[in-house]
């Protein structure tokens, strides 16, 4: 693994960087951003690291990402240690080598070219580094994006390092994501022995057709730019385990990923609209994760996609699907917003593993784009 971009990725995986904690990670890559010329601004906030950081003047294209990862799970089912990198037969294995300590590394291994070959290169190159972003991410780059507006600064491009691939590293790149939020429902009934049911209310009675008509509902069609709605039952409690009780209480979790088409405010009014038919009672408490956001054309989507093409011979498709990201905060600060990253085929799953090739090829991809709009 005598390969600088390899290195730096067993560098990033030994750090048990589970969410919110960064376990090192991004001292490690502030070192390799001092060493050519970057000026580092820490943003720590509470139990999240962040960073800005910055090279040059003008233009801003920023790369952002994010160095926590998710949990191992059970142990059991890893072949190898999640928290070591380990090759074989070509393949990567760790935590985190996908989603997205990989893509980390080759940024930063592509920044460390093009800022030695072109130190004095026109416009601004940015990095946003998050260790909170696969947990809560109340204060990762939401909170760092909020600063940077406040002093009025601007992104012209962002590019996220999220794995966007399928297959092949760059068959698939993302110019937008649907947005999150979940609603916790809470049915309240009555308690009591299960055969006296008239001395009870049991709420997961109550639940059984609300939620059936909240999975047949039709929130929207989608668009030509984003799938239809989809609504998700996440999780259902109700009881201890015990036969002979009715439960007094049923706790539910839906999710929503949505469109532009929808807002917050429809999918919830729809949604106290459907409880208030039916005879419970009931209260319902509401966290946005995400809003949707769609960079529908411009420089950064036309260099990312020749640039894709340059180094496989094939365009890229261009979609929104699959979970949220980061993306709409820097939506919000004007930044024309693309997602470019390693395949996805493995992350958040045991064993997570990449082509060892596909970071030499992302790198190289990352290093063009910085060609191509800042020189």
Known sequence: MSCPIIELTKRLICCPSISPNDAGCQEILISRLKRIGFTIESMNIGDTKNFWAWHGHGKCLAFAGHTDVVSTGDLQYWTHPPFELTMQNGILFGRGVADMKGALSAMIIAAERFVTINPRHKGRLAF?????????????????????????????????????????????????RRGSITANLHIQGLQGHIAYPDLADNPIHHAIPILHELLVTQWDTGSEFFPPTCMQISNIQAGAGESNIIPGDCFIKLNFRFSPQLTELSIKRRVQELCNRYDFRYNITWKAMRKPFLTLSGDLIDVVVNTVKQYTNRAPKILTT?????????????????ELGLVNATIHQSNECIEASDLQVLSQMYQRIMEQLMI
């Open 322 to 338: 699959g979970g949220t990201s980061d993306g709409y905060f820097f939506k919000k600060m004007g930044a024309q917003v693309v």
């Open 128 to 176: 946003l580094i998050t260790s909170d972003e696969e947990d809560s991410g109340s204060n990762g780059t939401v909170k760092v994006v909020e600063k940077l507006i406040a002093r009025h600064e601007t992104l012209d491009y962002c590019l996220l390092g999220e794995p966007t691939s399928t297959q092949r590293v760059g068959d698939v790149i993302k110019n937008g």
